[in-house]
């Protein structure tokens, strides 16, 4: 492979602890690729930067952050950063809350507080960060399997589907491959909007929270997509549970996502 469109992605912040790493419930990646570098999420603490530290890896000169939605577990790091720019969906900044004990989830800095500390860009269509990198913006919800509840409530009490959740579309030699922060708007939805959006129809690799849970109809439905679209990396993580992990396991091979640890593709 070119080494120039060579794909790396980083793990500084994750539920799951490489030995001698830090870990949380959060998702943060440093993904470097086609002449960029890009902090994907910062999960909610300073755990990320620490991470990185005893990787070895700057996050100075990264080239942006892109904050894949608006929950505290992977925008409050950005407490601990300052400068360069910042790209997200609009929508990330509004009072979101768990339905069960209405415990506060969302960001912990306003709008105005990462104005004051990015050069913000929010953006709900689709994104060009360079030539083979795409922020996906809002992703459409056209399955009739994802999507369709909801544990979240807005402010006003009404359900919260986490509408600016999003993702980003690698063009990567072999394929797409997508990164997910918590994939609220479902992996199916989200990987035939990269499709749409890139115009690229080969799947070569998916990494991230995929938000299942249990072995539902939508694991079910999840698994046979990337089985029947021969997607070749498959890397569930952060806020997917053990019962759909081995489902994912099942089908495309056993390997637990670590801090510390360092894809290449």
Do not use: W
Request: with cysteine; net charge neutral; hydrophobic share 35%.
């Amino acid at each position: 492979m070119n080494r120039k469109t060579q794909l790396s992605v980083s793990v500084l912040t994750d539920n799951v602890p490489g030995k001698d790493y830090l870990s949380e419930h959060g998702l943060s990646f440093f993904i470097e690729f086609s002449g960029k570098k890009v902090l994907f999420d910062t999960g909610q603490s300073d755990v990320f930067l620490r991470n990185a530290s005893l990787m070895g890896l700057s996050l100075h000169n990264r080239d942006l952050i892109i904050l894949s939605h608006g929950h505290f577990d992977h925008g409050n790091g950005l407490s601990y950063l300052e400068g360069g720019r910042l790209l997200c969906h609009p929508g990330c900044f509004v009072k979101r809350y768990r339905a069960s004990d209405m415990s506060y989830i969302g960001l912990g800095n306003s709008r105005n507080e990462l104005q004051k500390k990015f050069d913000l860009i929010t953006s709900a269509v689709p994104f060009s960060v360079g030539e083979r990198i795409v922020f996906l913006g809002e992703v459409p919800r056209n399955t009739a399997f994802e999507s369709k509840n909801t544990s979240f409530v807005l402010e006003g009490g009404e359900p919260d589907f986490v509408m600016d959740d999003s993702g980003v579309a690698l063009l990567h030699d072999e394929g797409l491959f997508v990164i997910t922060g918590c994939g609220h708007a479902g992996v199916v939805n989200t990987l035939e909007h990269a499709r749409k959006v890139t115009g690229e129809k080969r799947l070569f690799g998916i990494m991230g929270g995929f938000h299942l849970k249990q072995v539902d109809r939508q694991t079910v439905e999840t698994v046979e997509y990337l089985k029947t679209n021969g997607v070749k990396h498959v890397l569930p993580s952060h806020c997917t549970a053990q019962p759909a992990l081995e489902a994912f396991y099942k089908q495309f091979g056993k390997h637990t996502v670590r801090t510390g640890e360092v894809y290449r593709f």
